[in-house]
């Protein structure tokens, strides 16, 4: 089995090269890098280096497309928000040619999205951390008076991990 997994430079690349490659899959890493952090790992196969999907989304989508009627695998595994919220977006292009592990865009969309997930699981009466959702930079002053009144620790997170 061929296997692309994208975002070669992150450890959850990088595990999932392995875990793959100990179960003899053919790994093929992808990143807008050379060398990167999962192509350095005794299971990649190979090394294919694409457009940064952060700074041209459109260029990547192409070279995505292109890359896996290329190389002939089974399964495309995109790793990060971006790259999977892209790949989602041609998921029905792609799978003429391989399988995409994921839902449609849509959901992928919602669930990447930390403060919908929350307020989804508060309607439902799902217990959730105490929480501030900050909308707006006005109401950041707001937040600071909020975080005196819970308790300590307090994680702070974007609702998106990343934008592209």
């Known amino acids: 089995m061929r296997v692309l997994v994208t975002d070669g430079n992150t450890r959850a690349s990088l595990a999932i090269t392995r875990s793959l490659g ?3 899959a053919r ?4 990143s807008e890098s050379h060398p990167c952090l999962a192509s350095s790992s005794k299971y990649c196969a190979e090394a ?11 260029e990547f989508a192409e070279a995505i ?10 399964v495309l595994l995109p790793v990060t928000d971006v ?4 790949v989602t977006e041609k998921k029905e ?11 449609e865009y849509k959901s992928v969309f919602r669930a990447a999205d930390k403060s919908g997930l929350m307020r989804l699981a508060e309607g439902l009466g799902i217990a959730i951390p105490k929480t501030f ?8 002053e707001a937040a600071y008076a909020w975080c005196r ?3 300590y620790p307090i994680v702070i997170k974007p609702s998106r991990s990343r934008f592209r």
């Open 22 to 24: 100990r179960y003899g």
């Open 27 to 30: 790994v093929i890493v992808w």
């Open 48 to 58: 294919v280096f694409y457009p940064d999907p952060k700074k041209n989304s459109r």
């Open 65 to 74: 497309c292109r890359l896996v009627k290329e190389t002939g695998a089974n």
């Open 83 to 86: 790259t999977t919220l892209l």
């Open 93 to 103: 292009e792609l799978e003429k040619y391989c399988a995409v592990p994921f839902p």
């Open 133 to 140: 959702y900050l909308e707006r930079s006005d109401d950041l």
């Open 149 to 151: 009144t819970v308790d």
